[in-house]
C-alpha cells in the first residue's frame, strides 16, 4: 500500500521531491511518500498561504468557519465516509495501536470539534465570538478586536493519533493561515483533513500547507520560521529548545513540551461499590493510547481510610489492565521501549515494598507496582506502567508535586465535593493546570486550557479603539455644528 503525506496548493506532485516513510505491522507494510520542498518551494508556498490568509480567510466571519469545520467533521464521523474509513484501516498500521482503540479514540476526539463544542471553544476564550469579526464595545468605554497572525507555522507531535487536529482548527478559527509539520511517527492525518476541508470549501485552498521535513533539519526549520509570524510547538523539551533557539526574536513563540500527569482517589471514594469503578476509570486512563499523552498518568496517589485499601486498589487495577489487554492489546514495543521498560521494572520491584505479595504486578503488557511509603512524583515507562502509592492523607502529595511545578499537568482526581475544592485549591497553587474526573484524563473538554494557557486567545492579537479616539472622532464628524 502507498499514501502521500501532506497537503501541497499550488504545487503539482511531479514538482515535489519525496522521502518513503516505511510502516509495517499485521503483516502489512505502508509506504508513505513525505514531501522533501526545495527553499524556493517553501518561500513560495508560505507566501501563498499568507496572502489566503489576507484576501480570504480573514473575510470569513467566524461563524462561517465553525460552520465549515463542523461540515468536516460530521464527514469523519460517518463511517461510510472514505476520508474516516482510511483512518480507521491506516492509522493503526502507522502508530501500533489497537484498530479498536483508535476507533474509539478517533471518534471520541472528532466529537470535540462540532459546532456546539467550538462555540463553547470560542466563548471560552474571547466570551463575545464576534470579537474575531469586528470591533465591539467594552463595557469601560471603547472597542476591541481579536486579529489572528496571517501566517503560523505548526510543528506538530505525532505520540496519539490525529493530534494536529486541535492546534490546526484553532488557526482556522482565528483566521490564521497555517502550515503545519506533521511528524514521522503520524505523519497522515492532518494532509487528510486539510484535503476534506477544501472538499467542503474549496475557497480555502491556499489558506493552509501540511508539509514535512525530517526532524532537527535546522535550515528547513529556519527558512520556514523566518517568514512565520508564529510558531507553535509540541515536542519533548530538548527539541523544543532547539527549536526556540531558531525563531526569530520579533516571532512569537508558543512550545508545548513535556508535562506530567497524575491521579488521586480520595477514601471516599473506596469503598466495595465505589472503589471498582475507580479502578476502572483509572485502567482506562493508563490504557488508553499507552499513557504516549501529556495527560496520561504516572502514579496514582490512593488515601488510608477506607473500606477498600490502597493495596486492594492497585490489585483492582491489575485485573482492569488485565481485561483491558484482552479487549485492546498494548501496541508493539520497539527495542528502545522495551529495554526502557525492563530497566524500569528492576528498579521498581527492588524499591517496592509494603506487605507481601505486593511489588510488581505483571503479565508482560502492562505493570501495577505498589508503594506502602509515601513515594516521590516520577515518571513511569509509560506503555501501561503505573504506580500506586498509598498516603494517609492526599494533601501529602501537594509538596512533592509542587517540586515538579514546570512539569505538572493533569490530576484525575475522586472526591467529595467539598474535598474536590480543597484540594483543587491547593493543587492549583503546586502548578497543576487541569483536574478532571478519573476516566477523563486522556480527554479534555472543549476550549480547555492547555498547560493552563488560551487556545485560541493566545493566537491572536487585540487591538484596542480607547474612548478617547472615539469621543474625538466626534469632533470631525459631517453632521457636527
Known amino acids: 500500500m502507498r499514501e502521500i503525506a501532506g497537503y501541497l496548493p499550488g504545487l503539482r506532485a511531479e514538482e515535489v521531491q519525496w522521502q518513503t516513510l516505511l510502516f509495517t505491522g499485521a503483516g502489512q507494510t505502508l509506504e508513505v511518500a513525505a514531501p522533501i520542498l526545495s527553499d524556493e518551494q517553501i518561500t513560495a508556498l508560505m507566501a501563498r498561504v499568507r496572502e489566503a490568509s489576507r484576501s480570504y480567510l480573514k473575510s470569513l466571519s467566524v461563524a462561517r468557519i465553525v460552520s465549515i469545520v463542523d461540515r468536516a467533521i460530521a464527514r469523519l464521523l460517518n463511517s461510510q465516509d472514505p476520508y474516516r474509513q482510511k483512518a480507521d484501516a491506516l492509522l493503526p498500521l502507522v502508530t501500533g495501536y489497537h484498530p479498536e482503540m483508535v476507533r474509539l479514540g478517533l471518534t471520541g476526539y472528532l466529537k470535540t470539534f462540532r459546532k456546539p463544542q467550538l462555540q463553547r471553544f470560542l466563548v471560552e476564550d474571547f466570551g463575545n465570538a464576534q470579537l474575531l469579526d469586528e470591533f465591539q464595545p467594552r463595557a469601560k468605554g471603547g472597542f476591541s478586536k481579536a486579529v489572528g497572525v496571517d501566517l503560523a507555522v505548526h510543528i506538530w507531535a505525532g505520540n496519539v493519533p490525529a493530534l494536529p487536529l486541535w492546534s490546526l482548527v484553532s488557526g482556522l478559527l482565528v483566521k490564521s493561515g497555517t502550515i503545519g509539520k506533521v511528524a514521522s511517527a503520524e505523519p497522515l492525518f492532518a494532509g487528510w483533513f486539510a484535503q476534506l476541508l477544501v472538499e467542503v470549501e474549496p475557497l480555502l485552498a491556499n489558506c493552509l500547507a501540511v508539509v514535512w521535513w525530517r526532524g532537527g533539519d535546522k535550515a528547513r526549520e529556519r527558512l520556514f520560521f523566518q517568514h512565520a509570524d508564529l510558531v507553535l510547538a509540541y515536542g519533548g523539551n530538548a527539541a523544543l529548545e532547539q527549536v526556540r533557539g531558531r525563531v526569530p526574536i520579533t516571532t512569537q513563540f508558543l512550545p508545548y513540551g513535556h508535562k506530567l500527569s497524575l491521579g488521586m482517589v480520595s477514601r471516599a471514594a473506596l469503598d466495595a461499590r465505589k472503589a471498582l469503578k475507580t479502578a476502572q476509570q483509572a485502567a482506562h486512563d493508563v490504557m488508553r493510547y499507552d499513557q504516549q499523552g501529556c495527560y496520561s498518568p504516572q502514579v496514582f496517589y490512593v488515601e488510608r481510610g477506607g473500606k477498600i485499601t490502597p493495596e486492594a486498589f492497585s490489585g483492582y487495577l491489575a485485573h482492569e489492565l488485565s481485561c483491558f489487554e484482552q479487549k485492546f492489546p498494548r501496541h508493539t514495543l ?26 510488581v504486578t505483571d503479565d508482560d503488557a502492562w505493570t501495577v507496582v505498589y508503594n506502602d511509603t509515601v513515594q516521590a512524583l516520577a515518571p513511569s515507562a509509560l506503555n501501561r506502567t503505573i504506580r500506586v502509592v498509598a498516603v494517609d492523607r492526599l494533601v501529602q502529595v501537594i509538596p512533592l508535586i509542587a517540586a515538579h511545578r514546570a512539569f505538572l499537568q493533569t490530576v484525575g482526581l475522586a472526591a467529595a465535593p467539598q474535598e474536590l475544592f480543597e484540594l483543587a485549591a491547593a493543587l492549583g497553587g503546586a502548578g497543576v493546570t487541569r483536574i478532571c474526573a478519573i476516566g477523563q484524563m486522556t480527554a479534555p473538554e472543549a476550549g480547555w486550557h492547555h498547560d493552563g494557557r488560551f487556545s485560541l486567545l493566545d493566537l491572536t492579537r487585540i487591538v484596542d479603539i480607547e474612548a478617547s479616539a472615539e469621543a474625538a472622532s466626534e469632533t470631525f464628524a459631517p453632521y457636527v455644528d
Open 334 to 359: 520497539t527495542l528502545d521501549e522495551a529495554a526502557g521498560l525492563a530497566d524500569w521494572r528492576q528498579r521498581e520491584e527492588l524499591k517496592s515494598f509494603s506487605q507481601p505479595g505486593s511489588g
